[in-house]
Every structure is written in C-alpha cells, then in structure tokens.
C-alpha cells in the first residue's frame, strides 16, 4: 500500500519503519521534510514531503503528532486528501503538566476522546484509534515471551477496521476491535497505564494482552 505517515517523531519514524520492511511505500510529512534526508536514505521505499503532500500520497495515513496539536495537522493535510481515507490514530491528548506519581495528565475527559474531536473535526475521514497504548520500540513486530500482544483498536468505519487489522496482522499484533470512535474514551487511557512502569521502573517495553475463552 502507498501510506501516508503525518508526524517525524519517533512514533512516524518506527512506523513507517515497519512499513518499508513490510513492502509498503511510506511518505512521511512534516513542516520540515529536510530534518527526515537521513531517514529516508537509510529506509528504501521511503520519502518526505509536506503534510498534505504526505496525505495525498497515501492510501492509508498515520497520524502521529504531538496530540495537542493533531487537529491543526489534520487541517495542514487538507480535507481533499483525507476523504474516504483510514486514519489510524497513534495520538495521545497529553497535557503539558508533568505526571504525578507516574501518571500522564490528560487535557481531554472521560466522556469525550481525542480521537472523537478529530473525527467530529474531520468526518471525510475514517478514524480507526491504534499504537496509542505501546512505546513505539514495540510497535512493529513485538517480541515478548507470553506471544502476540494485544492492540486495542475502534473507530467508526468497518472497512476502514478491516484495514488497520491486515497491517497489525503484518506487524505481529492481535486484534481486540473494541467498537465505535467512543470507545477511543477507555482505549487512550491505556496509555496512562502503559507509562506507570516507565515513570516508576525505567521499563519501557512492555504491552497488554487480552485473554478469552478459546
Ligand atoms: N513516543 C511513543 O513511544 C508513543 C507511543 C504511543 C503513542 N504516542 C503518541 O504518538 C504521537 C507522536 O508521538 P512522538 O513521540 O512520535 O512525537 P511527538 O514529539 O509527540 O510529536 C512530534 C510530531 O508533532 C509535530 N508537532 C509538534 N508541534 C507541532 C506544532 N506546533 N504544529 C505542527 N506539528 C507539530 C511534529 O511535526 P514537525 O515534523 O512538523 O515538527 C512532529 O511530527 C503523540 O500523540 C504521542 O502521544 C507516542
């Protein structure tokens, strides 16, 4: 697939990583695609542009940008190039506070996501939240001794699902589809969780695994 990663940060970075090694094209997007010529020359299949140029060319996009500021991105990248698109969603809606006792504040609640805003902002968009709640050195093929990890994904559009779960497929993930955009409200949270042991311990990889009933 052509994927559009918007951000230049580690997440961005470790995606579209994955993505090259997985045979994808990658354009990453930024305000300033000169700061990605050393990445791009060590990543074949890799390239960078403006934001919107970066939404253009891709089929599947990333958003993974400082939460904060991901709707002012989502605007950079331009309506037209995000129509009928999935999105997965990477981002946090970290506050500038620092964390007390090892636990990230958040500047949204629980009755409404980061992600939903995005989504209510961009409705052209097929929002699917997914890598929100992992460091990003274990995003793409995770080794840990218990198997396969769990990522917790939801959004709005099944097809859009459909797509994010061949890459986690791809990326050495499972799959827990946890419904619609509202359950971005539990899902962005875990990425609280997810920072206790960093904070606290100095561990920094790690990830959550749901267990069924066969
Ligand atoms: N780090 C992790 O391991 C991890 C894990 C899971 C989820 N996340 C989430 O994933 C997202 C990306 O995290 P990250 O650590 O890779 O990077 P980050 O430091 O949170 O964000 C860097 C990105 O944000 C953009 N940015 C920052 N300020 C901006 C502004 N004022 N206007 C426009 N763009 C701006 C930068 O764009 P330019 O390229 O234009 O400078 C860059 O692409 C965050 O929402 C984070 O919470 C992070």
Excluded at 49 to 55: D, I, L, M, N, Q
Aim: net charge neutral; charged share 20%; with cysteine.
């Amino acid at each position: 697939m052509k994927v559009g990663v918007l951000g230049s940060g580690d997440v961005a970075k470790s995606l579209a990583s994955g993505f090259t090694r997985h045979g994808h094209q990658v354009m990453l997007g930024s305000r300033d695609p000169e700061k990605l010529n050393d990445f791009v020359i060590k990543h074949k299949g890799s390239q960078s542009g403006s934001v919107a140029e970066a939404a253009k060319f891709g089929e599947l996009l990333v958003l993974a940008v400082k939460g904060a500021v991901a709707a002012e991105v989502l605007a950079a990248a331009g309506t037209a190039n995000l129509v009928g698109k999935p999105v997965i969603d990477t981002t946090n809606p970290l506050a500038d506070a620092p964390p007390d006792n090892g636990v990230l504040k958040f500047f949204t609640n629980l009755d409404q996501s980061l992600m939903e805003r995005l989504q209510a902002a961009m409705p052209e968009a097929h929002f699917v939240k997914a890598f929100n709640s992992v460091g990003n050195a274990a995003m793409v093929n995770p080794q840990f001794p218990g198997g396969k990890p769990t990522m917790f994904i939801c959004g709005n559009n099944d097809n859009a699902k459909a797509t994010v779960r061949g890459i986690l497929d791809q990326f050495g993930w499972e799959t827990a589809d946890m419904g619609k955009a509202a359950a971005a409200r539990a899902i962005e949270p875990l990425c609280m969780l997810w920072c206790i042991p960093g904070f606290v311990s100095n561990d920094w990889y790690h990830a959550f695994k749901l267990l069924r009933r066969e």
